[in-house]
């Protein structure tokens, strides 16, 4: 994957957390304190993940006439240097996007103060994300290169980038609670699926999850992505089809999991029950496993499903691919449905020592 590095200005627009930054829409008064920005501040709408107009896809600003060498490059975006003291900082990142020709250029909404806002490139959510601690550029030892100054350039480490930025979320995560904890949390997840894209064995968790029985088995976290994703589509069509029915039905299925990976449910969506409109929340698994034996389900997923009463409702959906990784096949079963056919085996902690025994350490015994 081609790694590009492109320039945008810093949002050092008042009142905004860290997580926040360009994750915010501009008002009418940010477009007059902000006239250098240019035609409509764009930049503060790159990482808007809870936009409705970003959904189901995240809508990208660039440079005019940049187009890369390869297709479905990696973005990593910096602030220019001679802007603010926050100049020269790596601040967000897209994978595997989708650049739109010049000619083609859609408008993302419309401010009457500003006329209309436009995109350049289009990216799955679940590869953006902003970096709530921004990373310094490193010239030299990022990019390879001895200085750059205004248009995109190729990045030659775009792991080190990404791995920088995950260990300084991982360092506040340390102190985070709340809003600022979440948005940590999500942007770990987005850097664990690029650098998996990257490289697997740069991966936190680089190990497919294949045939086994469990033993030694980690999970996948592309393939767990793979199919959030193909659920999620799956439930976008089934969305539609159901507000011809229900018109006041949500429009987009809520993809939980995004933006809080240990939730004990990954989407959020509708089915009909009995005539009736009603809310379900869907727990997805990827395996390539035929017998699903790579599945695992937790205590609290579980728990959930068991609470579901009549006013929502609860699904698994097994997805299961073949031994390459393709052909999907969405299962959706409820918990009632899921035990008929499997039991659901219990895991044990295994006792590991990572240093000497010592006299202090040694197991006391107990008479009788």
Request: aromatic share 8%; charged share 25%.
């Amino acid at each position: 994957m081609e790694a590009r590095g492109v320039k945008i200005y810093w949002d050092d627009r008042s009142g905004l957390q860290p997580w926040e930054r360009y994750a915010r829409e501009a008002t009418a008064k940010d477009h007059r304190e902000h006239l250098y920005i240019g035609r409509g501040f764009h930049e503060c709408l790159n990482f808007a993940t809870q936009h409705p107009d970003n959904r189901p896809m995240m809508k990208l600003y660039l440079p005019p006439r940049y187009y890369p060498a390869a297709a479905n490059p990696l973005l990593l975006f910096a602030s220019y240097d001679q802007q603010t003291s926050m100049g020269g900082y790596w601040v967000g990142v897209a994978g595997n996007a989708t650049i739109l020709p010049e000619d083609k250029e859609r408008p993302r909404t419309f401010l009457k103060h500003k006329g209309a806002l436009w995109y350049r490139a289009m990216a799955d959510p679940a590869l953006v994300s902003p970096f709530v601690v921004p990373i310094k550029v490193a010239v030299a030892r990022h990019i390879g290169a001895k200085a750059w100054y205004r248009g995109p350039v190729g990045i030659s480490h775009p792991e080190l980038v990404l791995k920088e930025a995950a260990v300084a979320a991982a360092e506040q995560l340390r102190m985070a609670a709340g809003a600022q904890k979440k948005a940590l949390l999500r942007q770990t997840r987005v850097i664990d699926r690029l650098l998996a894209m990257l490289d697997p064995a740069e991966s936190a968790n680089g190990n497919r999850g294949g045939g086994g029985t469990g033993g030694g088995w980690t999970p996948d976290p592309e393939l767990g992505t793979e199919a959030e994703l193909r659920v999620l589509h799956d439930q976008i069509a089934k969305t539609k089809v159901l507000r011809k029915k229900y018109p006041a039905a949500s429009k987009y299925p809520v993809h939980v999991a995004r933006d809080d990976p240990y939730a004990d449910h990954d989407i959020v969506s509708a089915v009909e029950v009995r005539g009736h409109l009603v809310p379900t929340y869907i727990e997805v698994k990827g395996t390539t496993s035929a017998q699903w034996a790579t599945v695992m389900i937790s205590d609290r997923q579980v728990r959930l499903a068991e609470t579901c009463g009549p006013k929502h409702h609860h699904l698994f959906a097994v997805v299961q691919f073949d031994s390459a990784g393709k052909n999907p096949q969405i299962h959706y079963l409820t918990l009632a449905e899921l035990k008929r056919r499997y039991r659901l085996e219990p895991l044990k902690y295994r006792l590991v020592r990572d240093h000497l025994p010592r006299a202090a350490d040694a197991p006391r015994r107990t008479r009788g």
